[in-house]
């Protein structure tokens, strides 16, 4: 069987990091992820997608990580129940971070706290969207676009390759 999730998103805010009884460091935190098509309204649509990670990822994460940081998550998705104080079933769906990663620079992340608020939607990097803004958005914010590049990277010109060589 597999169980493997791959997400990108920002932080909706800083990890919440705690401790277990027997010392273990655990953290929780929300990933806002943006869908990759828009609504029949044309706005785009986010998920928030509750994740858990443990022991010393879980304490850099909550040292380095802080509300808006983009980040980078491989894990599993993870089920459980509990008995609440009302006495009733409550199911948790989660994802169990292994990995993390910081997606950009402590300087970039600096940069877009301090900007005045705006629509948090316009900050998030558009993906599968060919507009080819790239160079020209990456120097007017500093954080790169993360468009697909659909122009050919060859120039136009062709390129000669023989038979011999290939290496099959």
């Known amino acids: 069987m597999i169980n493997n ?15 277990t009884s027997s010392g ?10 943006n869908r990759n098509f828009s609504s029949q309204n044309g706005e785009k649509e986010t ?7 443990w022991r010393k990822s879980a304490e850099i994460l909550a040292n380095y990580a802080k509300k808006g940081s983009l980040i980078g998550v491989t894990g599993r998705i993870q089920t459980r129940n509990y ?4 006495g009733q079933r409550v199911y ?7 990995n993390f990663q ?21 900050n998030q990097p558009s993906f599968g969207n060919s507009n080819n803004q790239n160079q020209s958005n990456q120097k007017t ?19 000669d390759i023989s038979d ?5």
């Open 141 to 159: 914010t500093g954080m790169p676009n993360f468009d697909r590049d659909t122009s050919d990277p060859f120039g136009g010109s062709s390129i």
């Open 47 to 53: 998920d928030f997608i509750n994740c858990v990670i």
């Open 164 to 168: 011999d060589d290939l290496p099959f």
């Open 24 to 33: 273990t460091a655990v953290a929780t935190f929300t990933l806002a992820v």
């Open 92 to 98: 948790v769906t989660e994802v169990v971070a292994e």
């Open 102 to 122: 910081l997606l950009e620079s402590r300087a970039a992340n600096e940069q877009r706290r301090s900007a005045p608020s705006e629509d948090f939607s316009q």
């Open 83 to 86: 008995e609440n104080q009302q």
């Open 5 to 19: 999730v791959v997400l990108v998103g920002r932080l909706t805010k800083d990890p919440d990091l705690r401790y």
